[in-house]
């Protein structure tokens, strides 16, 4: 079956995480992605949280599965070169070094036009223009700027950053977007264009229901948040909300059996409005469904507290599946807290291809979250990330059609090979 992106190159010039996750989801997508290393070195992850002695990290080969991997050092005047001719060859050019990183290179967006006009130059910073521009930044830095940590955590507790990499992930998956915007678009106008992200605009983006609130904020206090209800005033910022859900449906998370032991026999329970006679039943208290000092969203929101606490007796008297089953049947919305160990052993997401297992050369057999995005016409299959330089014979040769003498000089000039290599060869 043909790829969605099949005949699409990517030059893939990105590191950590944020620029990997975005080209390994096009390169799922049927892209060939060239991802360029340094010679000896490679993507700093190779090395980072490394739990199989002289194999790739998990950190790596879960986030640049499919791609090819080319050693070149762009300082190199052989190397430059080498990138230039990618340049030429490739459809996109995927980034996300530190700020000012690629015009160093010489790698200016006026130059990769020259070189290509139909290039699309996609590059992940921290922050967009500004005063912050030329920072570097990480996961927690992007969480923290964005207002994802400002608004997340207990009201009497700090800011806190969540474990979901909405940061670098969720950033990367943004620039995906305009990648791929910016492809459909070329296909009417023949020009490439320039794609950015900020991790800041894209954290801002992902916590958007709070900058929502903080503008309701200036018509009155946010009557669905639990300090509401417990009559604490609100100040002129949007306050961190514990487990409040974000659409107005008031939610919590409620112990289930077993929570003594295991620190994840919780579910998610919503109380939503259209469902309270099947939780009053549910949960034992068919009188609240009439009783006027609880039928209604606005009597109960007062008394959250207990109307929680009672749904929180219940819910200890059965395990998180166990609620899950019987709320579902008459639409409660919930969801059990699910582990990392529980998600790895589902067979459903095994299935589905959501959780899949890879060999590898070096390391053995591993799982990764495969591609969360699925397109009937062009499935999605998960092929082991490259050693470092696997490819870099084949595309000198197959893509930039060098001859063998060519290769030779290029491998002696040091452009593909670390300097400690190619002194043992001298
Ligand atoms: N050959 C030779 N040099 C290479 C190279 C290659 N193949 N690939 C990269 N380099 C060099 C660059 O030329 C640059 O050198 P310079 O600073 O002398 O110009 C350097 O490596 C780039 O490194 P940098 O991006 O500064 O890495 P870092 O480890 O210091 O910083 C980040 C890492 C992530 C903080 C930074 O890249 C950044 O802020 N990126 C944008 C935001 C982002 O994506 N953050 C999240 C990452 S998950």
Redesign the pocket.
């Known amino acids: 079956m043909t790829k969605a992106l099949a005949g699409v190159r990517i030059l893939d010039f990105t ?5 990997p996750t975005c080209t390994q989801l096009l390169a799922w997508f049927g892209a060939d992605c060239i991802k ?3 010679p000896g070195v490679g993507d ?1 992850t190779r090395g980072q949280l490394m739990d199989v002695p002289k194999a790739d990290s998990l950190y790596f080969t879960m986030l640049n599965h499919n791609k090819r991997s080319i050693t ?4 190199n005047k052989k ?1 430059l070169e080498i990138i230039e001719r990618l340049i030429k060859e490739c459809d996109v050019l995927v980034e ?3 700020p ?2 690629m015009d ?2 010489g790698l200016t967006w006026e130059r990769i036009q020259e070189l290509n006009p139909r290039m699309i130059y996609a590059s ?3 922050f967009g223009p500004g005063p912050y521009e030329d920072c ?4 927690n830095v992007a969480q923290c700027t964005g207002g994802s940590a400002s608004t997340t955590g207990f009201r009497d507790g700090p800011p806190l950053v969540t474990g979901a990499q909405i940061g ?1 992930s969720g950033t990367g998956l943004h620039l995906a977007l305009g990648i791929v915007t910016a492809l459909y678009q070329r296909t009417m106008t023949g020009r490439g264009q320039r794609v950015t992200c900020a ?1 800041q605009d894209g954290v801002l983006n992902l916590a958007r229901v709070k900058l929502r609130d903080q503008q309701r904020l200036a018509h009155g206090p946010l009557t669905e948040y639990s300090q509401h209800g417990e009559g604490v005033p609100f100040g002129d910022a949007v306050p961190r909300a514990g487990n409040d859900s974000g659409g107005g449906q008031p939610g919590r998370i409620l112990r289930c059996k077993g929570w003594e032991t295991d620190p994840n026999a919780y579910t998610y329970f919503i109380t939503q409005a259209p469902v309270w006679e099947a939780i009053c039943d549910v949960i034992g208290e068919p009188g609240w469904k009439t009783d006027p000092g609880y039928a209604t969203p606005k009597a109960r929101l007062p008394k959250l507290i207990e109307i929680f606490g009672r749904i929180e007796q219940w819910t200890m008297t059965k395990t998180k599946f166990e609620v899950l089953e019987i709320c579902n049947k008459v639409d409660i919305p919930c969801g059990p807290i699910l582990s990392m160990k529980e998600l790895i052993e589902d067979s459903s997401l095994r299935a589905t291809g959501t959780v899949v297992e890879v060999d590898h050369p070096t390391r053995g057999k591993y799982f990764s979250v495969g591609n969360p995005i699925k397109l009937s016409d062009s499935p999605s299959d998960v092929k082991r990330s490259p050693l470092l330089g696997e490819h870099t014979d084949e595309i000198l040769t197959n893509v930039l059609k060098y001859s063998a003498e060519e290769v030779a000089a290029i491998k002696a000039s040091g452009a593909t090979e670390p300097p400690a290599k190619k002194q043992a060869a001298e």
């Not at 070149?72 to 300082?75: E, F, L, M, R």
């Not at 570097?136 to 996961?139: A, L, Q």
């Open positions: 590191h950590v995480q944020s620029g360029i290393e340094r700093i070149v050092d762009s300082k190397g996300n070094f530190a000012g990183a160093r290179m992940v910073k921290g570097k930044v990480y996961e670098d991790m």
